[in-house]
């Protein structure tokens, strides 16, 4: 499976923006999703997580700020993110726990990253 990620972009401290993330190619099966985030010379950290339920789950410092969602027949993922602060501006990365077959077992695929960078 690929993820495609888009939406990034640069903003004005206070802004917003919508990434998002859809995933193509040849699966059984898509369950959590995720958004994480790698500021520069930072590790890559978690941002947001959403089951195929839509259970989310999200890191302190975006909570009130930063909404995850997903569209299941679309296989999309999105983050929308308001109130940006400058400690926002890094790459953002999405991810998704993915069964090829049926009898497979789950395998994490990565995103190839947005990159928001929030500045005045």
């Known amino acids: 499976v690929q993820l495609q990620a888009s939406g990034g972009g640069l903003v004005q401290p206070g802004g917003s923006l919508r990434l998002s993330c859809a995933a193509s190619g040849r699966f059984f099966s898509i369950s959590d999703m995720g958004w994480y985030r790698q500021a520069p010379g930072k590790q890559r950290d978690l941002v947001a997580t959403?089951?195929?339920?839509?259970?989310?789950h999200y890191v302190d410092s975006v909570k009130g700020r930063f909404t995850i969602s997903r569209d299941n027949a679309k296989n999309t993922v999105y983050l929308q993110m308001n109130s940006l602060k400058p400690e926002d501006t890094a790459v953002y990365h999405c991810n998704a726990n993915v069964r090829r077959y049926s009898w497979s077992s789950a395998y994490v695929a990565w995103g190839q990253g947005t990159l928001v960078t929030v500045s005045s």
């Open positions: 959403i089951t195929n339920r839509g259970n989310t």
